[in-house]
C-alpha cells in the first residue's frame, strides 16, 4: 500500500482512495474527493456537529478526523440508503416530528442519534440521550421538535 | 388545518438538498479575502505582486477594478475594498482565487500591506460619554439622528407624582445560521451568473449590479438551499467578488467564509444604550422621554433604517400622552449593522418590559396590572400618531397571566415566574409577484424565493394556494425560479414571505377562477375540486374537466397562466410629530405575551429557564406546523439573547469570541419545554389575516426572563445577556 492510499467502506460500498494528503479532513474527502455533500460543513472545530457521520457505527465528528485515521473502518453518512434501518427510523421519526427546518443540522443530528441509539439503546435514560445531543447545534427548531423525535424514538419498539 | 410533512423533510433528510456550500462546478476555483490588519488605518502600500507570482492565483484589489466592472454607474459610497482608509478589522481588501482553498490561503499570506493605524472608534460610550451635545449632528460618527416629540412632555414631566429614570445596555448578537455565506459565480457568455445562499435573490441582483456597474438584465442569481438566515443572508455580500474573479479568470469561482470569517465579517445587531424615562401621575404613564445611542458599525449616514424603527419598539406597545424620543446612530469600526431575527426589538422590548416592571414596582403597583391598563388596543393611537389595528396583545396577556397564576402556585422556593410582552410588524417589502399554472392535474406557482427553512415558502405558499383554490396541498407546487426566470419578489425577510407571496397568490387564484367561471358561461369564480384524479372546474349550473376548457395555446403551455401581485396597503403616521430623520408605519400590529419559570443559582447568579409558555397573536394560522416550529425556534433564539450570547470587541476592533465555543448559543439540554398558543381573530394584512410570523416569537423572551429572574432572586438586571456574572454583580455577589 502506497502513501496516501485509503481503503474503507463508505455507506457499505468498498471504497480506494489514492493521493489523499496527511493533513486532509475526512470531512473534506467526503464532501470534495466522493461528492458526498450531505455531511455538512459548519464550523469545522468541532462545536456545531453538522459533520457528524458514524464510524464502524459510533458517532465521529469529520471535521476533527483526519481521513487516514479512518483508514480501514466503515463510515456511515446521512446519504446511506435504507439497508441502515437504524437511520431509516430516525429519518422517519424526525419527518413526523417535523424536527427540521433550514435543514443545514439535520444530517449530523441524524446521525448523531443514530451513533447514541446503536451505542446505548432505546431503553437508555432519556436525559442521558438528551445531553449526549448537546454537542449538534440547531438554530432553526429550539430543538423542541427534534427531542419529540427522540421520544418517539424511545417508546416506538425497534 | 392540520400540519403536514414538511415539502423539503425528504430531500433534507436523503442529504440531497444543495445548499450555498456545497456548490461544485468543474474546474471551478477556490478564493479567499485578503483581511485588513487593523480597524481603522490608513494604507500605506498594497504589495500584491508576490501573491500574483503563485501558480494559478488570480488577484483582484482596487486597481484592477477598472477593467472589470460595467459602463453603468456605480455605487460611489460603498465600496468593494478598502481604499485608501480601512474601517473595520478584516475589511476586505484584495481577493484572491486558486485551483485550491489551500493556494488562495497561501496568496493571502503572501499579499504585503503596510498600514499606519489610526485612533479606533470601538464603543458608543468611549465617544458619547455623555448625551450627543447640540454639535454631534456634525460629527462624521453620527450616521443617523432621529427626533419626535408629541404632547407637553416638559409639563407632564414637572407635574408627575413620580419620575423614573434609567439606563439599559445591550450585546451584539450574531445570526449565526449553521451554513456559512457561500456562493459559486460563473459568466455565461454575457451573463453574470451566480448561484448563492440568499434570503433575498433579487435583492442580490440589485446590489450587484449598482456595485459592478453591469446593467440588472446582464446579472442572474440563483438562490441554493439556505441553511438558516435569521437575516444574515438578506443581503448582497460575497457574490460581487466572486462574479469579478469569474470576470478575470474565466472560470467558476467559488467564495465563502470560513465560520470565524462569519462572525468577523457578519453584518449583525450592535450594541446600543438606552434611557428611559417615564413620568407617572396617578397610576397612569403621562409622559415619556426615550434616548438611543445605536451603534451601527461603519454603516453607511443616511443608510441606516434601525434607529427610526427601533424608537417605535422602545415607545410602544404602550399608551403614551406625550413623549419625546431622540436616538443617534453612531458610526464605530465594526462591520456595518445588519439585521437580526426581529432587527433590534427583542433588545427593545426587554427595556421597555423591565423599565416599565421597575416603574410599577417604584410605586407599589401591580406591575403586570400597571402594563396592562396601557396596552395598545385596536382603535388607539401609536404615540408616532398610527392608527392601532386589530391587535391581540391584551388578549394574549390574559392568558400569560393565567397561565402565571398557575406556575406561580407550584413553583418551589427560588424560583421565579414572570410575564414579557412584545410587537412587531409584518414588513411588505418592495412587492411581490407570482406566475400560476393551473393544469388538468396541478396547480403550480412559480416565485422567486428559496425556502429558508421557516416554511413560509414551500409550506406557507403551498397552504395559501391549497385554501384559496379548494385544491388539496398534494395538488400544488410552489416551484423556484432563478432572477431570469420568476417574477420579482424583494425577499425572505420581515416576515413578509406569507403576507405579501400569499396575497399575490390570493388575486391570481381568483382570476383563474373568474378566467374559468367565464368559459363555464358563468358569472362569479369556478369552484375547483379533483375527480378521478382530474381537476374539474364547476360555475354555475356547468361543470367541466379543466383539460376540456385549455385553449391549444393553454394545452401546449401546461395549463391556463395567471399573475398575481402584493403591494403594500397604504400606512401611515403623523408627520407632524417627527422633527428629524425618518419613522416608519406598521403594515399590521403583532403582540405576544410570553411567560418564563427560571430558577437562579444563589452562588453563582446562573439563570436557567424551567418552562415556558408563549401566547402569540397571529391573525390566522395558516399553516400550524410552521406557526408552531416559528414559536419554538423564535423563543430558543431568543433565549440565546436572553441569557449568553454576547459577540465582544475589543478596544482594538477586534470580535473576540469569533467562534461557536466561545459565542455561546443555546444547546439542546438547555432549551425548556416551551408550550404555544396562537391568539386568533386580530386580522393582519396577509392572507385569511394571517400575520407574519418568522420575527415576533423572538421579540418577548429577554425581557421575559428579565423578568422572571427579577421575581426569582430580586435581581434588577438592566444589560442583556444576563449572565450569570451580570445577576451575580446584581445580588453582590460579586
Known sequence: MTAGQLRLTVNG??????????????????????????????????????????VDGRTCLSCLTLAHEVDGTSVTTIEVGPEDALVGRVRAAFEAAGALQCGYCTPGFVMAIAGLLRERGTGAPREELLEGLGGNLCRCTGYTAIVRAVDALRTETP | MTAAVRPDAGLKLAGAAVFGTDLDVPGMLWAAFVPAPVAHGRIRSLDLRAARALPGVTVIGPDDLAGLVGPGERDSERTLFAEGEIVYRNQPLAVVAAP????????????????????????????????????????????????????NVDVEFRKADRVVSETYRTASVHQVALEPH?????????IWFVRTTTQSPFGVREDASSLLGWPESSIVVEGTWVGGG????GACFLEPYALLLARATGRPVRLALTYSEEFRLGRTTLPAVVRMETAVTAGQIRARRVRLLLDVGTSLPGRDFATGYSIGFLLGPYRTEAFEVEGYAVRTHKPPFGPHRAPFAPQCAFVVESHLDHVARELNLDPE?????????????TPLGQKVGPFGLASAFERARSTAREWRAEAPPGHGVGIGCGFWSTSTGAGGEVRLRLGPQRLVVLQGEREIGSGSVLAGLTAVAARTSGLPPERISIEYGNTAEAPFDSGVYGSRTLGALGRAIEEAVTALRRTLA?????????????????IYAEAGERRAALVVLLTPEEDAAGGILAEGRHFAPPRTIDEKRVLSGSFYPYTDFTGAAHVAEVSVDPATGAVRVERYAAFQDAGTVVDRGSAQAQVEGGVA????????????WSDEGRLVNDGLLDYRIPTLDEIPPIAVEFIEGFAG??????????????????????????????????????????????????
Open chain 1, 13 to 54: 460500498t468498498a471504497v480506494e482512495l489514492a493521493d489523499v494528503p496527511a493533513p486532509e479532513r475526512l470531512l473534506d474527502t467526503l464532501r470534495w474527493r466522493m461528492k458526498l455533500k450531505g455531511t455538512k460543513e459548519g464550523c469545522r472545530t468541532g462545536d456545531c456537529g453538522a459533520c457528524t457521520v458514524l
Open chain 2, 100 to 151: 485550491s482553498l489551500s493556494e488562495a490561503r497561501a496568496a493571502v499570506a503572501a499579499v504585503k500591506v503596510e498600514v499606519d493605524p489610526l485612533p479606533i472608534v470601538s464603543d458608543l460610550e468611549q465617544v458619547f460619554p455623555e448625551w450627543p451635545g447640540s454639535d454631534a449632528d456634525a460629527s462624521p460618527l453620527i450616521a443617523a439622528h432621529v427626533r419626535a416629540r408629541h404632547g
Open chain 2, 182 to 190: 457561500a456562493c459559486v459565480a460563473e459568466i455565461r457568455g454575457d
Open chain 2, 230 to 233: 435569521f437575516g444574515g443572508k
Open chain 2, 369 to 381: 396590572e400597571f402594563r396592562a391598563r396601557h396596552h395598545w388596543r385596536e382603535g388607539d393611537t
Open chain 2, 518 to 534: 367565464q368559459r363555464l358561461g358563468a358569472r362569479g369564480q369556478a369552484e375547483l375540486s379533483i375527480e378521478r384524479d382530474e
Open chain 2, 637 to 648: 433564539m431568543g433565549l440565546g439573547t436572553a441569557l449568553t450570547e454576547e459577540a465582544i
Open chain 2, 685 to 734: 394584512a396577509g392572507p385569511f389575516g394571517a400575520k407574519g410570523l418568522g420575527e415576533p416569537p423572538i421579540v418577548p423572551v429577554p425581557a421575559t426572563v428579565a423578568i422572571a429572574t427579577r421575581a426569582a432572586c430580586g435581581a434588577h438586571v438592566t444589560e442583556l445577556p444576563l449572565s450569570a456574572e451580570r445577576v451575580a454583580r446584581a445580588l453582590k455577589l460579586l
